[in-house]
């Protein structure tokens, strides 16, 4: 009795059992037990992932990180959404993925006295760059109609927007909306006075009073929206575009939180895009149509700049106020503007060193 | 009372002296405390006709172009200078050589 405990104790320490080929059975229920629970978690998983987009495929929501791809599943990934949204946009999508140039570093430059505020640089970056065109309706450029020389001192203390409810703005005779605060500290209102609107609508542009002044996202040197991305989908590219893997975003947001420039914008819902306006150039960091749930922004429609080719933004603007180019070349018309004119900075003082500049004659 | 005071060992005199200490002190910084600030916003107030402090700068009144080139200074749209422009282009190359390593 005693040794045949001794015995069932030892076969136990040994992983086995005792006595006859029990042992097989149970790693066999094991193995059985394991596998059923894994084909019941990837059907579930399956069936959500369907109901969330039924055109994202399997291996699309399973893909890598682009940055640690292979070529291969480079190649694979963008096989697989060009056949996706051909069949969905019902006409020949390309996906590209070209990389940065070597000795290019692009650089903006925006000439702030020149701009009419006539939005067609918004419209023409909606249409290029494939932005969802109404609930929600995004868009990557926003101008904001600025206040020109008005520095009475009445008006020193206005630039913060207030609510309804706010006394002093509801008996003051500008009304109540003001539109966001563009300079200045929040916490420091005294002598603000650049203060603007983004939703002005006038009659025509350019205002006598006015001054417009666009923002997008400025391609930061050391952008803060990388620092904070916890799982590492929006990153620097050497041509210092700033660019996302929407396959890899998880929708947290901490980019658009820390953004000082508000130039990145997120889908609440499925991104709208009627297929006869899809633009079926695309790259895969860059236009190729957004899911619900991903964060966007300008990318320098990387599309275009890869190849050579100005922004759709530069292209569009009636007056050529604005200016895009390598800032490594010391003969492109940017570099030139950059040591030359009168530049600044929007919150340069943040130190992320952005690439947009903002120059007057 | 006696009974109490003997228990604690205190006297309540010299307690009430402290307390009183303690409370025009108190009194008395907040009150130099609400006239410093009240100074302060008087000086960078909202005065018309007086001069306007924009952050260190005293600006007089009636002085559009003086008050717009200190609010500009004060606020972030400083044009930068030839040698701010040097600066970064020098940074950007090599940073850019670096493989952005320096600003990152």
């Known amino acids: 009795m005693v040794e045949e405990k001794?015995?069932?104790?030892?076969?136990?320490?040994?992983?086995?059992?005792?006595?006859?080929?029990?042992?097989?059975?149970?790693?066999?229920?094991?193995?059985?037990?394991?596998?059923?629970?894994?084909?019941?978690?990837?059907?579930?998983?399956a069936k959500e992932a369907e109901a969330y987009n039924p055109n994202i495929t399997w291996e699309e929501w399973f893909q890598n990180n682009w940055r640690l791809m292979t070529e291969e599943e480079k190649k694979e990934a963008i096989r697989r959404l060009e056949e996706r949204y051909s069949k969905e946009y019902k006409k020949k999508?390309?996906?590209?993925?070209?990389?940065?140039?070597?000795?290019?570093?692009?650089?903006?430059?925006?000439?702030?006295?020149?701009?009419?505020?006539?939005?067609r640089c918004v419209y023409a970056c909606v249409k290029e760059n494939n932005q969802s065109r109404s609930n929600p309706q995004i868009q990557w450029i926003r101008v904001i109609r600025m206040e020109k020389g008005k520095f009475s001192a009445e008006r020193m203390d206005l630039g913060y927007p207030k609510g309804e409810g706010d006394k002093i703005y509801k008996d003051h005779s500008y009304g109540v909306d003001y539109g966001i605060q563009v300079g200045g500290n929040a916490y420091n209102p005294v002598g603000v006075t650049l203060e603007g609107q983004h939703y002005y609508q006038p009659e025509r542009v350019p205002e006598p009073e006015?001054?417009?002044?666009?923002?997008?996202?400025?391609?930061?040197?050391?952008?803060?929206?990388?620092?904070?991305?916890?799982?590492?989908?929006?990153?620097?590219?050497?041509?210092?575009?700033?660019?996302?893997?929407?396959?890899?975003?998880?929708?947290?947001?901490?980019?658009?939180?820390?953004?000082?420039?508000?130039?990145?914008?997120?889908?609440?819902?499925e991104p709208n895009l009627p297929a006869e306006e899809m633009n079926p150039n695309t790259h895969y960091l860059g236009?190729?149509?957004?899911?619900?749930?991903?964060?966007?922004?300008?990318?320098?429609?990387?599309?275009?700049?890869?190849?050579?080719?100005?922004?759709?933004?530069?292209?569009?603007?009636?007056?050529?106020?604005?200016?895009?180019?390598?800032?490594?070349d010391p003969e492109s018309e940017?570099?030139?503007?950059?040591?030359?004119?009168?530049?600044?900075?929007?919150?340069?003082?943040?130190?992320?060193?952005?690439k947009f500049f903002y120059f007057i004659d | 009372m006696d009974k109490e005071r003997g228990k604690k060992g205190v006297d309540p005199s010299r307690r009430a002296l402290l307390?009183?200490?303690?409370?025009?002190?108190?009194?008395?910084?907040?009150?130099?405390?609400?006239?410093?600030?009240?100074?302060?916003?008087?000086?960078?107030?909202?005065?018309?006709?007086?001069?306007?402090?924009?952050?260190?700068?005293?600006?007089?009144?009636?002085?559009?172009?003086?008050?717009q080139e200190a609010i500009m200074k004060k606020k972030e749209y400083v044009l930068m200078t030839d040698e701010e422009k040097k600066e970064l282009i020098d940074l950007l190359v090599r940073n850019y050589k670096a493989k952005g390593s320096i600003l990152l």
């Open chain 1, 287 to 328: 236009n190729r149509p957004r899911m619900q749930g991903v964060v966007e922004k300008c990318t320098f429609c990387i599309q275009r700049s890869r190849k050579g080719r100005y922004t759709a933004c530069v292209e569009v603007c009636p007056v050529g106020a604005r200016k895009f180019g390598n800032l490594l």
């Open chain 2, 19 to 67: 307390k009183g200490a303690i409370a025009g002190g108190v009194t008395l910084a907040t009150v130099g405390s609400v006239t410093g600030l009240a100074a302060k916003a008087v000086q960078e107030g909202k005065t018309v006709t007086g001069a306007r402090l924009v952050g260190s700068l005293l600006v007089p009144p009636g002085d559009d172009d003086a008050r």
């Open chain 1, 93 to 119: 999508v390309k996906v590209d993925d070209t990389p940065a140039m070597d000795g290019v570093l692009f650089g903006y430059a925006l000439n702030i006295q020149k701009c009419i505020g006539c939005r």
């Open chain 1, 210 to 269: 006015a001054f417009y002044f666009p923002i997008q996202c400025q391609q930061c040197e050391k952008p803060p929206c990388v620092k904070v991305c916890p799982v590492r989908t929006t990153y620097r590219d050497p041509d210092g575009i700033v660019v996302i893997d929407y396959n890899w975003c998880i929708g947290c947001r901490m980019c658009m939180a820390v953004c000082p420039y508000w130039a990145r914008r997120f889908n609440w819902g």
């Open chain 1, 6 to 45: 001794e015995k069932i104790l030892k076969d136990k320490e040994e992983g086995g059992c005792s006595g006859c080929g029990e042992g097989s059975r149970r790693e066999f229920l094991k193995t059985i037990g394991a596998a059923a629970a894994g084909i019941a978690g990837a059907v579930a998983g």
């Open chain 1, 334 to 354: 940017v570099r030139k503007i950059l040591e030359t004119k009168r530049v600044f900075r929007l919150k340069a003082e943040f130190n992320t060193y952005p």
